[in-house]
């Protein structure tokens, strides 16, 4: 089956590589634009959007899952050719989509009103919300100036409740509080200005080969009061166009900046490294990009030095953070599990059998245990196979220490 030609999505919904305009950012970059958003406010022209294989995969399982929401049945095969999902990426998706189309089966029933990839475009200032037309997925390109864009998954209605999920592929945002995520909350917002209901249901999926786990949270009247004022501030930040400065921090890292290959902070850093390093992504010839092939096998080099020599001193010398932690050591456990016949079998009576043809490990059963379990109830599941396992004697307790951000006392 031939899939309709779709475009990739462009830098920013819409917003063309090159261009030096000011513009606002979309939901997902809500967060990073509170803490630095020089990218937003018209200081530095965007480089070109390089979309990974990781990205692939994660827009293939939205693709899957739209269409699943939608028609109850998706073109597996076809969507995955259109990726150029091959091997073992391939068979993540499969075993992906496969939870997906699970958890999927066991909701639809409930729907009372279902739309997959809707874009919205806010207004803080007027208190309102429309759908926005699209020529492609984030096609932002029909918003007015003054309208912040976001596109959710999946828009459902169970009861009187409306519903907005979105999903993760992998481990990103694993189990955070959709309440307290910015993207979560301007999707809630909008959804319930454009549907016209004073409450929302905020949906986390978190989607891989071990399942579909999900977080779940109501917004009610005040949060939605709260939210609109959250996005004036968005507005406001990103109007300082007079003497825009990069406000580097740990969000540099921890969020994904889309100009932070030529971010003068970034370069300033670089530099200071290694004065020699000039690092662009703006790439204009094959020996260039030889070039610069070798600069960033040597900045990644300088780099590790760099992160190495960082942990020494953190062993010796706290640093406190920029996000109100401190860098420091830490006395850390870990738990792993002898594989024996008995330790087995005791998995196999929780529906968990699965975690042990993959490994053996505290991670891989939790990810079990959360791919079978109904909500809230993993962590009593997890306590208790635990408990058994240790009855067994094949737990076993290694203690070390790690770099770690450790909560200020
Ligand atoms: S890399 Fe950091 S400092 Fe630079 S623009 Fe991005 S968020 Fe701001």
């Not at 909701?107 to 803080?124: G, K, L, N």
């Not at 991670?363 to 009855?391: D, F, H, P, S, Y």
Request: proline fraction near 5%.
């Amino acid at each position: 089956m031939q899939l309709p030609r779709r475009q990739p999505p462009a830098a920013d919904g819409g917003v063309q590589a090159g261009s030096r305009l000011r513009r606002l950012p979309t939901f997902s970059k809500a967060a990073l634009a509170a803490k630095c958003a020089f990218p937003w406010n018209g200081g530095i022209a965007w480089p070109e959007q390089i979309t990974s294989d990781a990205a692939n995969f994660g827009i293939a399982v939205h693709r899957a899952a739209e269409l699943l929401a939608l028609w109850g049945t998706a073109p597996l095969d076809a969507i995955a050719e259109h990726y150029g999902l091959h091997g073992s990426e391939l068979k993540r998706f499969h075993l992906t989509v496969g939870w997906v189309a699970d958890f999927i089966r066991g909701e639809r029933e409930q729907w009372s009103f279902a739309a997959a990839e809707v874009a919205f475009a806010v207004d803080p200032f007027v208190d309102e919300s429309r759908i926005l037309e699209q020529d492609g997925p984030r096609d932002y390109s029909r918003a007015r100036p003054a309208e912040l864009c976001g596109t959710a998954d999946l828009v459902t209605v169970v009861g009187e409740q409306l519903i907005v999920s979105d999903y993760k592929t992998g481990r990103y945002k694993m189990g955070a509080d959709p309440s307290a995520d910015a993207q979560m909350r301007a999707l809630g917002y909008a959804a319930a200005r454009a549907y016209g209901y004073d409450s929302v249901e905020v949906r986390l999926l978190n989607v891989d080969e071990g399942g579909v786990r999900m977080t779940r949270r109501l917004l009610d009247v005040i949060d939605l009061a709260t939210i609109r004022l959250e996005l004036l501030g968005v507005v406001r930040d990103t109007g300082e166009v007079h003497n825009p400065t990069p406000k580097p921090g740990s969000h540099c890292a921890q969020q994904w900046c889309p100009i932070a290959s030529v971010c003068p902070a970034t370069q300033k850093t670089i530099a200071q490294i290694n004065p020699e390093l000039q690092l662009t992504a703006d790439i204009r010839s094959p020996e260039h990009a030889a070039r610069l092939r070798e600069q960033v096998a040597v900045a990644k080099k300088a780099l590790a030095a760099l992160d190495t020599a960082i942990k020494e001193y953190a062993k010796r010398h706290p640093i406190p953070l920029g996000n109100g932690k401190v860098l420091g050591q830490q006395e850390r456990t870990r738990r792993t599990i002898e594989c024996t016949p008995e330790a087995v079998a005791a998995l196999g009576r929780y529906g968990v059998s699965g975690a042990v043809e993959s490994s053996v490990n505290m991670a891989g059963i939790k990810r079990a245990v959360k791919g079978v379990c109904a909500n809230g109830q993993a962590a009593g599941t997890m306590r208790a196979i635990m408990a058994e396992l240790e009855k067994l004697g094949v737990v076993k307790t290694r203690t070390y220490t790690t770099i770690a951000e450790i909560k200020r006392q």
